[in-house]
């Protein structure tokens, strides 16, 4: 019994102190940005005397509220693109009898393997050539490319196991193919659907590289390379830095919050 | 079986090429122009010599940019880099995500969803404003990773926490560990929550509970979850960009440079555009071989 009781012990020990790891920075995010000058470089550990709003006021004047706009309008359109778009194609591949379909589906895993990284130079020429450095437009197609192959794989395993009677009484019916996608298929993928957009929105409102090399203008600049700004505009005001970041990082973290159960069911399914 | 397969398929899309081009093609438009010509294009850019600002101006130089990389201490630094972030990340990720887990699964009672939350909640918070909110708790003057070492009595490195390259690796490990420890910790969970009742049922019988029965029976039968998790850090770790970027952008002098900050450098602050397509060539072929081993990998599960 107590051996059973030390081990209960750690148990709990354990997944608190981890927890304290993971709470401790986001605690240190809200009270500097709370704190003087003088509090922030005297007490470090320490909490606010009083709850200033000042850096909050310095935090906005970088463009916080346009980075923020960019990147909803961004992400917005790449994942409605995205889900449109792989759910399409992995309805094709999880329903034909082509021998092409093996090597589309091979061609679909390759392209989710290479990162962006190991195209950046031809891919920033190509998006100049077509003057498509610093629009929106122009970070949105290949964020949509990148997103595809991911989400192609995730939806063609959903479509393997979806029921085909319903599919056979439709096209008794009449249907063409494309009717029975839009308007039998897509009707009943609720969840996979919702898993899909759950995982891009997070990796699109988040991604950096390509956003980085092609937005420089502050007028296009998504949240994540806005938010360097903040470091570029007040090198050594933390609390201004970090209200920045409070900022940027609060309403995720509340959606975050809202929508848990389904963020957490979205990505444990990957490893099935 | 086989019989009634060959005949959903002959009513099933097949026979309508139509509609298979209209779903399908978009995707791969998508893909060819985004993804494949791209990458094409790294592989032929590989063999010249140019930059931004001549893009006119292409010499052909063989396989002169794959010999100049491995004369390029840096990169070889760079690459050295990059494993170390692997296993280090597949110990600290997998490993304590596992342990995470494994308690969240069976070791505790209550809280359970509470700790999952607040575990998992880093994965939604982008790398920068994760680097940025790390970079304040090790300054030097500033940060709590500070006064904390210091109040329990010891003694915090000279040239802080992200200036000796042999300390700011680590301290890249911890942001990082942080970030992702608890996207592994529910991917694992979703396995283990797969493993039945009764195995463990039968394991007790057998004499094994606890920590005894989760090393010899739990851990085999969540093998696959374990081998795709490790393969999401793999890959994961050779993606590594934000973090350096934001803490030391590959210095001093070049020691913290991951393949993916050596790549934009050579590019956009030095403009060796042909030199970073040898590059990321290499990328891509590690990149290829990782993507080959997931396949064969999910096939197996």
């Keep these: 019994m107590s051996r059973f009781k030390i081990a209960n012990v750690i148990a709990y020990g354990f997944v608190t102190l981890f927890s304290i790891y993971v709470l401790m920075p986001i605690l240190v995010m809200v009270l500097t940005t709370f704190k003087s000058k003088r509090e922030i470089f005297l007490e470090p550990l320490g909490i606010p005397s009083q709850f200033g709003i000042s850096s909050f006021e310095k935090a906005l004047t970088v463009g916080l509220g346009s980075f923020m706009l960019n990147s909803f309008i961004v992400s917005f359109f790449a994942v409605f693109l995205i889900v449109t778009i792989s759910g399409m194609a992995a309805y094709v591949l999880s329903r034909i009898d082509f021998k092409i379909n093996k090597y589309v589906y091979l061609l679909i895993v390759a392209g989710f393997a290479i990162p962006p990284a190991a195209v950046l130079v031809p891919l920033y020429t190509m998006v100049s050539n077509l003057n498509l450095l610093n629009s929106l437009f122009g970070v949105i197609m290949p964020l949509t490319a990148f997103g595809i192959p991911f989400t192609v794989i995730l939806f063609y395993a959903f479509f393997l196991d979806f029921p085909k009677e319903v599919e056979e009484a439709a096209t008794i019916d009449g249907c063409t193919k494309l009717q029975i996608f839009f308007r039998i298929i897509v009707p009943l993928s609720g969840p996979v659907i919702a898993s899909a957009a759950i995982f891009q929105t997070v990796w699109i409102w988040n991604e950096f590289l390509l956003a980085l090399i092609m937005l420089t203008s502050d007028d296009f600049k998504t949240l994540p390379i806005g938010l360097l700004k903040l470091r570029g505009e007040w090198t050594s005001d933390w609390g201004a830095i970090m209200a920045g970041l409070t900022i940027a990082v609060i309403p995720v973290l509340i959606v975050f919050l809202i929508f848990q159960k389904y963020f957490v069911r979205s990505l444990a399914g990957l490893g099935k | ?301």
């Design chain 2, 1 to 301: 079986m086989n019989k009634n397969n060959t005949q959903i398929n002959s009513f099933s899309l097949s026979n309508d090429k139509v509609s298979v081009t209209i779903l399908l093609v978009p995707a791969l438009i998508f893909c060819t122009i985004f993804i494949f010509i791209p990458a094409i294009g790294t592989i032929v850019g590989s063999f010249y010599s140019y930059s931004l600002t001549s893009m006119n101006n292409w010499k052909w130089v063989g396989f002169g940019n794959y010999v100049k990389a491995t004369q390029d201490e840096y990169f070889w630094v760079a690459l050295k880099n990059n494993f170390i972030i692997v296993f280090a990340s597949i110990v600290l990720q997998v490993g304590v995500g596992t342990i995470l887990a494994a308690i969240l699964d069976r070791g505790i009672k209550y809280g359970r969803v509470i700790f999952r939350t607040i575990i998992f909640t880093p994965m939604v918070i982008s790398s920068v404003a994760v680097s940025l909110i790390w970079l304040i708790i090790y300054d030097p003057n500033v940060g709590i990773l500070n006064a904390i070492v210091k109040s329990i009595g010891l003694s915090t490195p000279s040239k802080g926490w992200l200036g000796d390259p042999n300390i700011s690796i680590w301290m890249i490990m911890i942001t990082a560990a942080w970030q992702n420890t608890g996207f592994m910790m529910v991917l694992i969970l979703a396995g283990l929550q797969g493993v039945s009742k009764e195995v463990y049922d039968a394991a007790e019988i057998d004499g094994a509970t606890g920590v005894k029965a989760f090393w010899y029976i739990t851990l085999p039968m969540i093998r696959n979850v374990l081998i795709v998790a490790i393969l999401i850090t793999t890959i994961g770790a050779f993606k590594v960009f934000e973090f350096i970027f934001v803490f030391t952008q590959g210095g001093p002098s070049n020691a913290t440079q991951v393949l993916g900050t050596y790549i934009y450098l050579q590019a956009f602050n030095l403009l060796h555009m042909g030199y970073a397509n040898a590059l990321s060539v290499i990328l891509l072929i590690i990149a290829l071989f990782l993507g080959w081993l997931q396949l064969k990998s999910s096939r197996k599960a």
